[in-house]
Nanobody
């Protein structure tokens, strides 16, 4: 099992910045990918950003490209989402997630952290 604990959400003004953090622990040897997703009330969870466990070019949703940045600190077992140029439409709950190399996609999820952007 893998445990994820995301944090760092809060209130920001439009144009401002926030950094989300996600601490992961447990059976990490088989992890393949780390990512961030977000979900608005009544809507499906949507992809935000991801990176592979062994490096490589991060991937972003078009809606956050050039505004958000995903990174990882291997020493701290943490993955981050730096969010800049925030917009009111970024107001949703954000979830970190992890995928194992088992072909099942993202199987592990954090509890979610609320981001609210005021106009």
């Amino acid at each position: 099992q893998v445990q994820l604990a995301d944090s760092g959400g809060g209130l920001a003004q439009a144009g401002g910045s926030l950094r989300l953090s996600c601490a992961y622990s447990g059976r990490l040897f088989n992890l393949y990918r780390l990512g961030w997703f977000r979900q608005a009330p009544g809507k499906d969870r949507e992809f935000v950003a991801q990176l592979t466990w062994h490096g490589g070019t991060p991937e972003y949703a078009d809606s956050v490209l050039n505004r958000f940045s995903i990174s990882r600190d291997t020493a701290k077992n943490a993955v981050y989402l730096q969010m800049t140029s925030l917009k009111p439409e970024d107001t949703v709950i954000y979830y970190c997630a992890a995928a194992a190399a088992d072909g099942k996609g993202y199987s592990y999820w954090g509890q979610g952290t609320q981001v609210t952007v005021s106009s």
